[in-house]
């Protein structure tokens, strides 16, 4: 079964910093690249960030560009994404997803207050 299972969100005031993390199972990890997409509260699905399947390259929207770093661990099977300099507008669920095969996680929520 393949699972991919996000984790490390929560409140943060902005200015703040979160790492989150996706740990995937059911499938081969290390060969194919992943995402983390966003939905802020009332809005649509917002593409974040991008990693290969190496870890080599990566892509991000310009919303969030020089701010979040995304990584991966193929050893672990796990893909994360450091936030910081969080503000209200980051406030959203993140998801992690395997763009080519269509997996998506639960997503994990992150608030940005004061």
């Known amino acids: 079964e393949v699972q991919l299972v996000e984790s490390g969100g929560g409140l943060v005031q902005p200015g703040g910093s979160l790492r989150l993390s996706c740990a995937a199972s059911g499938f081969t990890f290390s060969k194919y690249a992943m995402s983390w997409v966003r939905q802020a509260p009332g809005k649509g699905l917002e593409w974040v960030s991008h990693i290969n399947s190496g870890g080599s390259s990566t892509n991000y929207a310009d919303s969030v560009k020089g701010r979040f770093t995304t990584s991966r661990d193929n050893r672990k099977s796990i893909v994360y994404l450091q936030m910081n300099s969080l503000q209200p507008e980051d406030t959203a669920v993140y998801y992690c997803?395997?763009?080519?095969?269509?997996?998506w996680g639960k997503g994990t929520l992150v608030t940005v207050s004061s």
């Open positions: 997803n395997a763009p080519t095969k269509g997996y």
